[in-house]
């Protein structure tokens, strides 16, 4: 199935995978080693949630490799990328890092805007973060890494995550105990309910505080817990529901505290996994994406944030409305895969902007400011795209 217009093909796809190599040695020897990163500029570094959701959006598509042989120099990068991810050092507190880099990833990012390569020597070895410019860890960075063991304990014969699973030595059971270590951190932030309050600026929504209960953290917990047989999923998938769950527009709130405001991915994460399919029936839901999340509502998240929870910093980029009024192609690639499926005509998306980060909301181009510009290509779409272009289940 295709919703893409031709111009853009597979191949092109993994051309531009190529442009996000970033080569650091290796720990145990000097040999170099290919990793892939968010972005080819101011995103040149390796990011947890990037990465981890971008897999889970590829995969979608090479559970069987349809074309051939998958090119064994981005496979090489992957197999690299998952390891690092999967058995980086935790915090303290058993946060995993939000990304690593030769250079500190913020100084990445600036020199990244302003066209400057990095000024890390090829010699260093990559280096974890763990807080951002405000403070905080990466709250679902420990989620999106227990789904990418997730995926690979599902991984089928012939599909790349069994090629990386088999490369890796990697067992079921190892990758089970994973997913229960990167989940003690919650439970600090968890209440006697099972209610997850996150700190602010620290999903991936970060532009906005979010300092409350989110759809999008908790059904990614959930689905963890689900996925790995946890006796307390079924308490908790009841709970989630009904504090999430709009009667209606028929579709998840984003947070708990606002219950005018709903998001995309959490909506399409819960579809796509079928993590409420015993409470609402399927078709209805996905009805309920294609009606909703129309030319009117194609923004990350419905419903403005208020002007004081947005971060200084991103305010400063003229990024103000970066989460809930920019277009993020990832996002745009998956509703319109919902939609073909359905037989609802597909929101516009030019090719040529396929792979960016964010457009524009009235022109539909890359969005640029004085001092930003959208990231290009970005491993988050273009994972989405392959993802939804290619997908034949």
Known sequence: MSHIREGHGEQFALDLVRQLFLRAPNKESSSLRTFITAGAHQFHSVWVRDFCWGIDLWTQLHQTNHSGLFPEDIMEA?????QLCLFSPLNKEGFAPRGFDIQNPKLTVCLGLLGIPKIGFLNQNLRPEYTGEHGTVAFDSNLLLALLAINLTQAKPGS???KIKNQLNLQNSQLINLCKRFLECYVPYQDSQGILRQPAFSDWQDSARRETATSYIHFLYLYILQATNSARSIEL???????????????????????ERI????????LKKGIFRNFIDEKLFENSIVSFFSENHRAPVHVFYENRDISWTTKMCGLRHYHDQLIWPWQQHQLNFVRAKSGAPLLPLDPEFSFHEVLSPTSLKPFRTFLYRSESPFFWSICSY???KFRTE
């Open 386 to 388: 392959l993802g939804s």
């Open 160 to 162: 790349v995550l069994f």
């Open 263 to 270: 998001s995309i991915e959490s909506n399409l994460f819960a």
């Open 78 to 82: 992957l197999t690299n990328t998952v």
């Open 237 to 259: 998938t009841e709970r989630y529901f009904n504090l999430f769950f709009d009667s209606k527009t028929k579709l998840f709130r984003s947070e708990s505290d606002h219950p």
